[in-house]
């Protein structure tokens, strides 16, 4: 059962607008919520992190906002540049481990 | 600092052979995991440990085997090789709930398996 599911497969942005990248999720325990950013043939990268006791957090370009209330997760990137474009993952943790969304492909133009 | 190292990058097996996928870290991390994607899929979790001489079964287990001797290394084996194990593999590590958890991950760069 997805416990993390992330709906949109991939996403296309012009270069200079916002990209919004979602997340929804089932398990009220999840404590903490993070965004990783993946390249083809690399590992997953970690980009920025939400404790559950908040609702936003701002690093440069990037920022998650957390509605618990609705269990969803977003990561907003303004403005989207083209080394933007890569596989984005929103995981969630509990206990021992991360869970994992399906990934979104996000395709910067420019 | 290399962070988490996996070894082969790349590696054909037959069905049937046995394989070791390599994987240490050197940031003293206490937990590290192993996970695999597959295609259109998310990263679903073997096994993972919180500590040296300390494993536990993740989501999909089956087929596999691991053991932590040491804090840096979390080898994953792979016996009797299935068409159903060819994927990607990565290994990650972090300190563990607080600290870790505010950063996530370490990931090694993965290892791409297939078997046929």
């Known amino acids: 059962d997805q416990q993390v599911k992330q709906n949109s497969p991939s996403l296309s942005v012009q270069e200079g607008r916002i990209s919004i990248l979602n997340c929804d999720y089932t398990?009220?325990?999840?404590?903490?919520f993070l965004w990783y950013k993946k390249y083809p043939a690399e590992g997953p990268t970690f980009l920025i992190s939400?404790?559950?006791?908040?609702d936003k957090n701002e690093d440069g370009r990037f920022t998650v906002f957390l509605n618990k209330s609705a269990k969803h997760l977003s990561l907003h990137i303004v403005p989207s540049q083209p080394g933007d474009s890569a596989v984005y993952f929103c995981?969630?943790?509990?206990?021992?481990?991360?869970?994992f969304g399906t990934g979104t492909s996000l395709t910067v133009i420019p | 600092n290399a962070g988490v190292t996996q070894t082969p990058k790349f590696r054909i097996l037959k069905i049937g052979q046995s394989m070791t996928l390599q994987c240490t870290q050197d940031m003293n991390h206490n937990y590290m995991y192993w996970y695999r994607q597959d295609p259109g899929m998310g990263l679903k979790l073997i096994y993972y440990?919180?500590?040296?001489?300390?494993?536990d079964k993740g989501e999909v287990p089956n087929g596999y085997n691991v053991s932590r001797s040491t804090t840096e290394d979390f080898p994953l084996r792979l016996e009797l090789a299935a068409p159903s194990q060819t994927s990607v593999y990565f290994c990650a590590s972090t300190y563990g709930p607080g600290t870790g958890w505010v950063y996530g991950y370490t990931f090694g760069s993965g290892t791409r398996l297939t078997v046929v």
């Open positions: 939400i404790s559950s006791i908040k």
């Open positions: 440990s919180v500590g040296a001489g300390i494993t």
């Open positions: 995981a969630a943790s509990t206990g021992n481990q991360f869970y």
């Open positions: 398990n009220s325990m999840f404590d903490y």
